[in-house]
């Protein structure tokens, strides 16, 4: 295999970190994976450990079809000898690998917070080596524990949705995304930038739509009001419950 594109990433990680993306994964190409002849989703920068990536495979094959394989790819070789043990083949494996994918060829790609430590400029080059092969790929960034995260569905270097999640019992306001967006839009998020106005129309929202039911039927109010004063949100009521807000990324 030739040398792995990328840089090591700080390697960060935690239990259940990328439950909500999970989650996602399973509803958006869930799909896509019942429908391939090889079922492969590629976890690339899974970190210093490989929770995640074990925790995805057991999700996948609960939620969409139990022959799904996942591949864990690193570019440090220490966090791929450390994955090993983990490693229950053919079902799930880990590489060395980088964006050239280690000359796989998935269905799904899952690439959280890798993207956050490279340049704005290099993003367009990444997306397009991850789906140069066809795969669909999730990119994204959330907190240390999962509770906020953003990502952005790819489909042949071209993105085409905008996902917010947030774990609405300690969702405090939609301000707190703005720390969280995908490396593509968080230097946007100043005014007269489309991401900045979405961010305040959802903040908006919130505050009008205080309520003494708790969070998640405010959110589910909040979401409503965003339709109805324009914005393209996708899905609908079982995906918004969830903390969820999905729109076009052209919007």
Same mark, same amino acid.
């Given at each position: 295999?030739?040398?792995?594109?990328?840089?090591?990433?700080?390697?960060?990680?935690?239990?259940?970190?990328?439950?909500?993306?999970?989650?996602?994964?399973?509803?958006?190409?869930?799909?896509?994976?019942?429908?391939?002849?090889?079922?492969?989703?590629?976890?690339?920068?899974?970190?210093?450990?490989?929770?995640?990536?074990? =925790? %995805?495979? !057991?999700?996948?094959?609960?939620? #969409? /079809? +139990?022959?799904?394989?996942?591949?864990?790819?690193?570019? $440090?070789? @220490?966090?791929?000898?450390?994955?090993?043990?983990?490693?229950?083949?053919?079902?799930?494996?880990?590489?060395?690998?980088?964006? =050239? %994918?280690? !000359?796989?060829?998935?269905?799904? #790609? /899952? +690439?959280?917070?890798?993207?956050?430590?490279?340049?704005? $400029?290099? @993003?367009?080059?990444?997306?397009?080596?991850?789906?140069?092969?066809?795969?669909?790929?999730?990119?994204?960034?959330?907190?240390?524990?999962?509770?906020?995260?953003?990502?952005?569905? #790819?489909?042949?270097?071209?993105?085409?949705?905008?996902?917010?999640?947030?774990?609405?019992?300690?969702?405090?306001?939609?301000?707190?995304?703005?720390?969280?967006?995908?490396?593509?839009?968080?230097?946007?998020?100043?005014?007269?930038?489309?991401?900045?106005?979405?961010?305040?129309?959802?903040?908006?929202?919130?505050?009008?739509?205080?309520?003494?039911?708790?969070?998640?039927?405010?959110?589910?109010?909040?979401?409503?009001?965003?339709?109805?004063?324009?914005?393209?949100?996708?899905?609908?009521?079982?995906?918004?419950?969830?903390?969820?807000?999905?729109?076009?990324?052209?919007?």
């Amino acid at each position: 295999m030739s040398r792995p594109i990328g840089a090591i990433t700080r390697g960060t990680t935690n239990p259940n970190r990328l439950r909500r993306v999970d989650n996602f994964i399973s509803y958006r190409c869930g799909g896509l994976l019942k429908e391939a002849a090889q079922p492969l989703v590629v976890d690339l920068g899974y970190g210093a450990t490989p929770v995640t990536a074990v =925790e %995805l495979r !057991g999700r996948l094959a609960a939620s #969409v /079809r +139990a022959d799904v394989a996942v591949v864990g790819l690193e570019i $440090d070789p @220490v966090r791929v000898s450390d994955a090993l043990p983990f490693a229950d083949p053919p079902w799930l494996e880990f590489r060395r690998g980088g964006f =050239e %994918l280690a !000359g796989l060829t998935p269905v799904v #790609v /899952r +690439a959280f917070n890798v993207l956050r430590q490279y340049a704005e $400029d290099e @993003v367009a080059a990444a997306w397009r080596a991850m789906t140069a092969t066809g795969a669909l790929l999730v990119e994204g960034t959330c907190d240390e524990l999962g509770r906020i995260a953003t990502w952005t569905v #790819v489909e042949h270097g071209v993105p085409s949705t905008l996902t917010l999640s947030a774990r609405l019992p300690a969702f405090e306001h939609p301000a707190v995304f703005a720390e969280r967006l995908p490396k593509a839009l968080i230097h946007h998020n100043v005014p007269g930038h489309p991401v900045h106005e979405l961010l305040r129309a959802l903040g908006r929202a919130w505050e009008t739509e205080a309520t003494p039911f708790g969070p998640r039927q405010r959110w589910l109010a909040t979401v409503r009001r965003m339709r109805a004063e324009g914005w393209p949100v996708l899905d609908g009521p079982a995906r918004w419950r969830l903390g969820e807000l999905t729109l076009p990324w052209p919007v």
